[in-house]
């Protein structure tokens, strides 16, 4: 983690991907996360995949380095401790994440009666606050509709509107600290996941196509839309993605594969320009028929000799596990990377922030708390409460500390 935001105190009470990774965000760039829990972890405590443990790797994953309190949120006293620690004096804390129902003692009314600067950032489903998910939210983005060869919608396996959610909510989070800093005023800010859905599909260009063309993308399997991209099978079972966006890209390609002069020949005979994306998108099928023959001579090895510092813009496809034994990126040899010993799992790779700055280190990778890690500390340190105090808290069930796995 990088020293960034050190000083930047953070409550999070939240669930599943996009809020915690907010958090997440937010705390590999220094700044203090807690992340308060119920008692025995929320719905997202034990969710796929599992380590031998039955620890969850998900949860481990998207809570590094976070502090974690638990506390027994459907208890009036334990109601009142998450409210104090939300609202905890200090000249940088005074911020909540949060992805669950915010009424009664959790909502911004309530909170911010204690604290009147309190910055609030809810994540809902849809802009009306209705519930949804990552998979209701993208079944009608558009993009399983044009993901496939048009034999019915595809889902992405990649969370994709969580994700980009994760991050809007610690952007709009250091705005909205930036404007307390300028006028000493807090507010709620509300994030949609609809809305980040529908955002992304406006700002790529498919509403404006629509509206101003008339058109609908089809599907068309893992051609690139609107330039040249496909991909193509190896001499050796594997396959290989191959992009020619630019007239650099483009000539690089014919050159390493020693096809341009056929290549070249495409244009004439289709009435297309060969220095144009949108005329070689138009001839993709061509330029395919061309470069399959080559790809399907080769082993995966021999094409990654033939294009290594040519220009050309290629990548091999992988599964998981190709991903971890083959790719260099995904090892220590990358610097995003660590070994950690992470409590409940094991020793693994852990990726840190992906921020690089020139100013400061990028620091170690910290592991995910254990549930309850951090309650007598943060019980003590944050709101003064005495060991004896603490006591009575475990005793009557209110608060819990970590527990072995």
């Not at 996360?33 to 994953?61: A, E, H, M």
């Not at 390609?253 to 060969?274: C, F, N, R, S």
């Amino acid at each position: 983690m990088t020293p960034l935001l050190s000083g930047l105190r953070v409550v999070e009470v939240t669930a599943f991907i996009a809020a915690p990774l907010g958090g997440m965000t937010l705390a590999q760039l220094g700044a203090d996360v807690i992340r308060i829990d119920p008692i025995g972890g929320n719905i997202d405590y034990r969710r796929w995949p599992l380590s031998q443990q039955g620890s969850s790797l998900y949860w481990t994953g998207l809570n590094k380095a976070k502090r974690s309190v638990a506390l027994a949120l459907d208890k009036p006293e334990g109601k009142e401790i998450a409210r104090a620690i939300i609202t905890a004096q200090g000249e940088n804390a005074g911020f909540l994440l949060t992805n669950l129902p915010a009424s009664g003692w959790m909502s911004y009314e309530a909170l911010s009666q204690a604290r009147p600067d309190l910055i609030m950032l809810r994540l809902t489903g849809n802009p009306d606050g209705s519930s949804a998910v990552d998979y209701t939210v993208n079944c009608a983005s558009g993009f399983p509709m044009a993901t496939g060869r048009g034999d019915g919608p595809v889902n992405h396996v990649l969370p994709a509107w969580d994700v980009a959610a994760g991050l809007y909510l610690a952007t709009g989070l250091l705005a909205a600290e930036r404007q307390r800093r300028l006028t000493g005023r807090g507010q709620e800010v509300t994030l949609s996941l609809a809305d980040v859905m529908l955002a992304t599909v406006g700002n790529l260009g498919y509403v404006g196509d629509v509206q101003v063309n008339g058109a609908v993308r089809p599907p068309m399997g893992n051609d690139l839309y609107g330039a040249y991209g496909r991909d193509f099978a190896t001499g050796d079972g594997r396959r290989a993605m191959v992009v020619a966006i630019s007239n650099r890209q483009w000539r690089a390609l014919g050159k390493a594969t020693g096809l341009a002069e056929k290549l070249a020949m495409i244009g004439p005979l289709m009435g297309v320009d060969m220095d144009d994306e949108g005329g070689r998108f138009q001839a993709r099928d061509a330029i395919a028929a061309v470069l399959a023959p080559w790809f399907a001579a080769r082993r995966l090895e021999e094409i990654r000799a033939a294009f290594e510092g040519t220009g050309v813009l290629w990548g091999p496809y992988q599964d998981f596990g190709q991903l971890v034994a083959e790719d260099p990126r995904c090892s220590t040899a990358n610097p995003l990377f660590q070994e950690v010993e992470q409590p409940g799992v094991g020793r693994h790779l852990m990726p840190g922030s992906p921020l690089a700055f020139g100013a400061v280190p990028r620091g170690d990778v910290r592991p995910a708390p254990r549930l309850g890690e951090h309650t007598d500390a943060v019980l003590a340190d944050l709101l003064g409460l005495s060991a004896a105090e603490i006591g009575r808290l475990h005793d009557t069930g209110v608060v819990a500390g970590a527990v072995e796995e």
